[in-house]
C-alpha cells in the first residue's frame, strides 16, 4: 500500500495557466507538508498544515495555497504558472508535529513551458 | 536564518568501502534526520535523532546526533551498489517550527 500518494507524477504545462497537484496520505496522520526541490536537489518546505494551523514559508509567493478537503489529503494548488516553478514537489505528512518523522510521497515534476 | 552545510557534495566510491558524510550548522537543532532519494523517487528516511550525542545505527548506516546540536554525521559500512543515491540531512526545530535540508551528498558506487 502507498503511505503518501501524489497526482500528478509529471505535469507539463505553458505560463500562466493553474494547476493543481493533489496529495493523499493513508497513515492516519495529522500534518501534511508541501516541499519543492529545484533542479539542484535542493529542498525547501513550503507549507506544513494540520486541522489547527497552516504555516507558510514567508518567502513562497501567494500565487501557491494549499487546499485540505480533509485530513488524508493536502492538494497544492498554483496560480499564474511562471518559468521559475518549474521543479518537483513532494509532499509529505507526519503524525502530529513537526517533531515526528516525515514520510514522503513520489514526487510531482512540473514544468513550466 | 539557520543553514545547514553539508559535505562532501559527491563521492565516488568503490563497493566495500565506507562513506562519511556530515552537516553542520551555524544554531541548534533539536532534530537530526538523514534521509535517501533515489532517482525520481522521493527522500526515504534513514535514521532519525532525538538527542544530544546520540549514536544510532539502522544497518550498515550509522549516524550521531553531534553534543553541540549544530551538527550530524552519517557513515555507511561496505558499501554497495544500491547505496547509489543522494543523502540529505535535515535538521529540525520545535520552536519555530522550522525544518531545513542541506543540499545533498550524490553517492556513486563503482562495482
Known amino acids: 500500500d502507498t503511505a503518501v500518494s501524489q497526482t500528478p507524477k509529471y505535469l507539463v504545462t505553458q505560463m500562466g495557466n493553474d494547476k493543481s497537484i493533489k496529495c493523499e496520505q493513508n497513515?492516519?496522520?495529522?500534518?501534511m507538508y508541501w516541499y519543492k526541490q529545484d533542479s539542484k536537489k535542493f529542498l525547501k518546505i513550503m507549507f506544513s498544515y494540520n486541522n489547527k494551523e497552516l504555516i507558510i514559508n514567508e518567502t513562497v509567493p501567494n500565487r501557491f495555497s494549499p487546499k485540505s478537503p480533509d485530513k488524508a489529503h493536502l492538494n497544492l494548488h498554483i496560480n499564474s504558472l511562471e518559468l521559475g516553478d518549474s521543479a518537483v514537489y513532494f509532499c509529505?505528512?507526519?503524525?502530529?508535529?513537526?517533531?515526528?518523522?516525515?514520510?514522503f510521497g513520489p514526487g510531482t515534476r512540473l514544468t513550466v513551458l | 536564518g539557520q543553514q545547514l552545510n553539508q559535505s562532501p557534495q559527491s563521492m565516488f566510491i568503490q563497493e566495500g568501502e565506507d562513506v562519511s558524510m556530515n552537516c553542520t550548522s551555524s544554531s541548534i537543532f533539536n532534530t537530526w534526520l538523514w534521509y535517501k532519494q533515489d532517482p525520481g523517487e522521493g527522500p526515504v528516511l534513514l535514521i532519525a535523532?532525538?538527542?544530544?550525542?546520540e549514536l544510532t545505527s539502522n544497518g550498515r548506516l550509522t549516524a550521531q546526533f553531534g553534543i553541540t546540536r549544530k551538527d550530524s554525521f552519517l557513515n555507511i559500512s561496505a558499501s554497495i551498489p544500491s547505496d547509489v543515491g543522494i543523502y540529505f540531512c535535515a535538521g529540525l526545530t520545535y520552536n519555530n517550527n522550522d525544518m531545513r535540508f542541506g543540499a545533498g551528498t550524490r553517492l556513486t558506487v563503482k562495482p
Open positions: 497513515l492516519g496522520h495529522d500534518t
Open positions: 509529505a505528512s507526519s503524525q502530529e508535529s513537526w517533531s515526528d518523522t516525515q514520510y
Open positions: 535523532l532525538y538527542k544530544a550525542g
